[in-house]
T-cell receptor, first 113, second 114 residues
Framework: DAGITQSPRYKITETGRQVTLMCHQT?????MFWYRQDLGHGLRLIYY???????DKGEVPDGYVVSRSKTENFPLTLESATRSQTSVYFC????????????FGPGTRLTVL | AQSVTQPDIHITVSEGASLELRCNYS??????LFWYVQSPGQGLQLLLK??????LVQGIKGFEAEFKRSQSSFNLRKPSVHWSDAAEYFC????????????FGAGTRLAVHP
């Protein structure tokens, strides 16, 4: 089915481990985004990408790494997970036109013990 | 810096009552504004958006929002709330930094009493 998917949906890991969250979209959208959702903060932008091989930092990038070798995929890696990275992570995409709607994936709930 | 403020963290209404969720933004030029809804355990779904034209915008599920430049507001309204509207609602503005990055408010959680 067309859309934007994330995997895994739930993940429990330990402090110091590396974790990769996957995001895949089938619309060939140019722009892709990673947000984290925390109580009282709404959603905050971690990283974004304007096209394959073009990425940039958002508001809260520390501790995260992204890559985008293919237009449809935008994985997010926590190189050494910390408890403060316990959160719900949302991937999103849009076509790149001014005011285009941003479409969100279902989210990944990550717990770092 | 740009920001979005949703003054109400929690709102409770009775089913059938009217609803207004407040949103204020800071942005110099004409903003692109969005309202999203998040049901428990789900992703975000677009309710409506504004970027030009008529300041009263109609969305899905019977929601509407009015852009008021003089008040820097984009309040969401519904004339009669249904129990299924219980969810969290987020207001967002497109960042002036380009790339359609969104700046979100902290959200308003809506509870509906039968």
């Amino acid at each position: 089915d067309a859309g934007i998917t994330q995997s895994p949906r739930y993940k429990i890991t330990e402090t110091g481990r590396q974790v990769t969250l996957m995001c895949h979209q089938t619309w060939s959208h140019s722009y892709m985004f990673w947000y984290r959702q925390d109580l009282g903060h709404g959603l905050r932008l971690i990283y974004y990408s304007a096209a394959a091989d073009i990425t940039d930092k958002g508001e809260v990038p520390d501790g995260y790494v992204v890559s985008r070798s293919k237009t449809e995929n935008f994985p997010l890696t926590l190189e050494s997970a910390t408890r403060s990275q316990t959160s719900v992570y949302f991937c999103a995409s849009n076509g790149g036109g001014a005011g285009d709607t941003q479409y969100f994936g279902p989210g990944t709930r990550l717990t770092v013990l | 810096a740009q920001s979005v403020t949703q003054p109400d963290i929690h709102i409770t209404v009775s089913e059938g009552a009217s609803l207004e969720l407040r949103c204020n933004y800071s942005y110099g030029a004409t903003p692109y504004l969005f309202w999203y809804v998040q049901s428990p355990g789900q992703g975000l779904q677009l309710l409506l958006k504004y970027f030009s034209g008529d300041t009263l915008v109609q969305g899905i599920k019977g929601f509407e929002a009015e852009f008021k430049r003089s008040q820097s507001s984009f309040n969401l309204r519904k004339p009669s709330v249904h129990w299924s509207d219980a969810a969290e609602y987020f207001c967002a503005v497109v960042s002036s930094g380009g790339y359609n990055k969104l700046i979100f408010g902290a959200g308003t959680r809506l509870a509906v009493h039968p």
